[in-house]
């Protein structure tokens, strides 16, 4: 028998395709088995009895008896993903949405105030905006930095939800100012992730309690599937699980082994996606009719340099404006050849998004023009592609505006 596997010095690759320590699998296994059940029966009622008393303790012996409690496949994933966060424990959800919705309903009560920084993603924003006051949940949108997250706390404040960096203009969080602000206070603190992924940044090293991504992007990395992740302490993501064991939104075992089978790629799909990244956004800087460009590894970043000192690589999203309005833009897109027309990011495909048609079509033009949404911003979300075929496709549409 081989000796018990250290993995506390292990690189991301590793830990993204073992976890922490390698498990055995049924059948031995190389790669981990489907088990597309709905529920597990129990040999006798002693068994089940036994199983009962053991899981009121927060012991699991066995498998669970249903479904929507989990499943094998789905907690092998788990198992890798909450090593490539650096977290106790993650929980796996059949989207990212259902994922930011069902942690913040676990925290918030009518009586929160929770903080949201504004340069969010749409859907999470419409879940403040039409949700949370009909449960009679305060809320206030603040610019995205330290600062002004401090100076909106208030003393029913009790969440504080951020992205870092922000969608579609990238904004960089400095999480280690907010995390020890909300902690002097009680406060949870959540971050959404999904831009930078873990391979770039772990939210919960710079004193974060919870982390959550759509899995759907980065971790996925090959736009087939859809879920979401939760990450942090044990503590507080068994109260999240108990809430998603009352209102399900749980992954199916098909999803969980595509994603499980798409980590074990993760670390060389984002060395890939880091290095485009970077090498579109300074070309993109240099063309004649492009007005802005929007990049935390840019120099011309507002946050250029707190991103440096907190992350290892800065992505493969590109968000900026084209000189002109809806008519270059429309053009420049339309003269694409590599891109994909589509929402999403973190997948192997290239992928562009006029954000104001694509995202933000039901918004009125005053309120997207508010929220920066204006006709000219393009948002690319590069996929490993060799980056000058991508670059070159780039100009040669700019070129025809």
């Not at 092998?76 to 069902?102: D, P, Q, Y």
């Not at 949700?131 to 401090?150: C, H, Q, R």
């Not at 079509?361 to 075929?389: H, Q, S, W």
Request: one cysteine or more; aromatic letters at 8%; glycine letters at 8%.
């Amino acid at each position: 028998m081989k000796d018990e596997l250290d993995s506390s010095k292990w690189g991301e690759s590793t830990k993204a395709i073992h976890g922490p320590g390698r498990k055995p699998k049924a059948y031995h296994a190389v790669s981990t088995p489907i088990v597309q059940t709905s529920n597990f029966y129990f040999d006798s009622t002693d068994e089940v009895l036994e199983y009962m008393q053991e899981k009121a303790k927060g012991k699991y012996i066995r498998e669970a008896e249903y479904g929507r409690y989990g499943n094998p496949t789905q907690w092998e994933a788990e198992r890798k993903l909450a090593a490539i966060e650096g977290a106790e424990r993650s929980i796996l959800f059949a989207s990212g949405m259902s994922a930011v919705i069902l942690t913040l309903m676990t925290f918030l009560d009518k009586k929160s105030h929770i903080i949201f920084t504004n340069d969010l993603y749409r859907q999470t924003r419409d879940f403040a905006t039409n949700m949370l006051e009909k449960f009679g949940v305060a809320y206030t949108f603040v610019e995205p930095d330290s600062e002004a997250i401090e100076a909106a706390i208030r003393p029913e404040t009790n969440i504080i939800f951020t992205e870092s960096p922000t969608n579609p203009y990238l904004r960089v969080i400095d999480l280690k100012k907010v995390a020890e602000v909300a902690r002097r206070r009680g406060i949870t603190t959540i971050v959404d992730g999904t831009m930078a992924s873990p391979y770039n940044i772990k939210p919960l090293e710079h004193g974060i309690d919870i982390v959550v991504h759509s899995a759907t992007k980065y971790l996925g990395g090959h736009n087939d599937l859809l879920a979401g992740v939760v990450s942090g302490p044990n503590d507080k993501l068994e109260q999240v699980f108990r809430t998603q064991k009352m209102i399900g939104a749980m992954p199916g075992a098909l999803t969980c082994f595509l994603l499980e089978r798409g980590l074990k790629t993760f670390a060389l799909r984002m060395e890939q996606h880091n290095k485009n990244g970077l090498a579109v956004a300074r070309a993109l800087e240099a063309h004649r009719n492009v007005e802005q460009v929007w990049y935390p590894g840019l120099e011309s970043h507002q946050d250029h340099e707190l991103a440096t000192k907190q992350m290892r690589g800065f992505g493969s999203v590109v968000s900026f404006k084209i000189k002109g309005g809806d008519t270059e833009t429309r053009r420049f897109i339309d003269s694409l050849n590599l891109f994909l027309i589509t929402p999403s990011l973190g997948g192997t495909e290239s992928l562009v998004t006029q954000m104001a048609m694509m995202s933000f079509f039901d918004y009125k033009p005053d309120v997207r023009e508010a929220i920066g949404m204006t006709d000219n911003l393009v948002r690319l979300a590069l996929g490993c592609e060799d980056v000058e075929d991508l670059v070159n496709d780039l100009n040669q549409a700019l070129d025809k505006i």
